[in-house]
């Protein structure tokens, strides 16, 4: 079952009983309208929401969400919200104490909702909204209540958007009106409430309600990230205060961090390879590259400074894992902390082992021992042998020279073994020879390698794995593209993996 799109401390701050206010904060442009129609579309499916606009028309939100003309979605949306701003401008709202007698009763009921707190009303509280009213008529104002009148006692959800576009426009006091509309609807109506705010400091105003979410658009060497931050959820634990967010198809999900273990048993059933490329098994990632990984060509993979082993091997074992099942042998010099053993039984659990003990093979500079056939143990003091060993192990992954292959080089363990200089001119060869072959090489880079920016410089492919809110991204820097989250396939499970555009 797919999850919900929102953080789920936000859901569990609306459940419950009694009304609950969020004031959602943040610049144009980083998705407030999205969520809040979006959410407004979950929470209020039975017929109890209302959007208040202060849009020029509602046609302008349909034509920027087109999924609102759906499933009668329309109705949620308050028809009279342009005439409410045309009434509004004909006075502001009164800045009045309460008199003795009212604070006296507000005392009361407050009481009384600590001891029946499930009790829902049958008609909005209007007596702050009436105390403001006593210099100006605000019949529109007195609509929305209106319409709240009509969903009670079921639970009602109103969204205003935004708030500026009434107090600023029509000079009435934001404090006044986010309070008028806490005690009146939240606290006395049971009214959930969500209040967009078009700027990101309200310090004056986020006192008054119960929760703040704000959403927030950075960037990472020019490409767009999208975060929605829970500043504050009263009466919830906020296990994450930061999600990654896209918007795509103008559509709001925030991404749950999850932890990349195995959840399929199934056998891989990947992708073949195709005409000049081999296919990654990773369906978005071969139409970015245009098809998989291009004969004759060197691929580098940069990890970023955060990304953990379990992030980087989930993003790597759909394309270890498809490049055996089309048979293509892979021979690999393994990053540091990587250990054949713990890859041969990761993946043997998707593929029959016999066939990673057919088509894999992986240096081991300090092994002497032959009796693993999926290892080639180079620690022997005689140069020849080595040599002799690594040319048989070659061979018999290109079964007697016809194959082409894969060259998968963890560099941090070459430059240990080989030193900078010495790795370099390896890496020249090796490259040169690969760009002249229908072999592919993928390279592992790690931070802060000396040789980092000769390995980048002959690279054809240039793909960098990032950490951004505990969420495993990746991006192309060569090709250039934008951020993509990497996220466990929902219907098949890991090992497969789909990557998600932040946009």
């Not at 045309?86 to 003795?100: D, I, K, T």
């Amino acid at each position: 079952m797919p999850e919900k799109p929102f953080p789920e401390e936000i859901f569990k701050f609306f459940e419950g009983p009694g009304g609950k206010s969020l004031l959602l904060k943040g610049a144009p442009g980083t998705g407030k309208t999205t969520f809040a129609l979006q959410f407004l579309e979950e929470m209020g499916a039975e017929g109890n929401g209302i959007y208040l606009s202060t849009r020029v028309g509602d046609e302008s939100l349909y034509r920027q969400f087109p999924w609102l003309k759906e499933k009668e979605r329309r109705s949620m949306i308050l028809d009279a919200s342009k005439v409410l701003l045309s009434v509004l401008a004909e006075g502001v709202l009164a800045e009045e104490l309460l008199e003795e007698e009212s604070e006296k009763l507000e005392r009361a009921r407050e009481f009384l909702r600590t001891i029946s707190p499930d009790e829902m009303p049958e008609k909005t509280d209007r007596r702050y909204l009436k105390n403001m009213m006593r210099k100006r008529r605000m019949p529109e104002v007195e609509r929305v209540y209106d319409e709240i009148d009509k969903i009670l006692p079921n639970k009602p959800i109103l969204v205003v958007d935004s708030v500026e576009g009434i107090t600023h426009k029509f000079n009435l006091p934001m404090e006044d009106f986010i309070f008028m509309l806490q005690k009146d609807l939240v606290e006395n109506s049971a009214t959930n409430l969500i209040l967009v705010l078009e700027k990101s400091e309200f310090e004056e105003v986020e006192y008054i309600v119960d929760g703040v979410v704000s959403m927030h658009r950075t960037e990472i060497e020019g490409r767009r990230v999208r975060e929605i931050h829970l500043e504050k959820l009263r009466g919830v634990e906020i296990k994450y205060p930061r999600y990654l967010m896209t918007l795509r198809n103008g559509r709001f999900l925030s991404i749950r961090p999850k932890e990349m273990e195995e959840i399929s048993t199934t056998k891989w059933k990947g992708k073949k390879n195709k005409g000049e490329y081999y296919s990654t098994g990773i369906p978005e990632l071969d139409y970015i590259l245009g098809g998989g990984f291009r004969k004759g060509t060197y691929n580098v993979i940069e990890l970023g400074e955060e990304v953990p082993n379990s992030d980087y091997w989930a993003f790597m074992r759909p394309i270890f894992l498809n490049f055996i099942m089309n048979k293509m042998g892979i021979l690999a010099v393994l990053t540091g902390g990587e250990h054949v053993e713990r890859i041969r039984e990761d993946i043997s659990r998707f593929i029959d082992v016999e066939m990673f003990d057919r088509y894999v093979r992986v240096t081991d500079y300090f092994a002497s021992d032959v009796s693993k056939p999926y290892i080639i143990p180079l620690g022997v003091r005689d140069r020849e042998e080595a040599v002799m060993r690594w040319r048989k192990a070659v061979n018999e992954i290109r079964d007697g020279g016809k194959k082409p292959i894969v060259q998968f080089t963890g560099f941090d363990t070459l430059e240990y073994l080989r030193g900078g200089e010495i790795a370099i001119r390896d890496l020249f060869t090796a490259v040169g020879e690969i760009k002249t072959s229908d072999d592919v090489g993928i390279g592992i880079l790690k931070p802060g390698l000396k040789i980092s920016r000769e390995i980048i410089n002959m690279a054809d492919i240039h793909l960098k794995l990032v950490n951004i809110d505990k969420i495993p991204c990746l991006y192309g820097v060569k090709p250039r593209t934008i951020i993509y989250a990497i996220l466990p396939d929902e219907e098949k499970g890991l090992p497969y993996i789909k990557l998600l555009p932040i946009v």
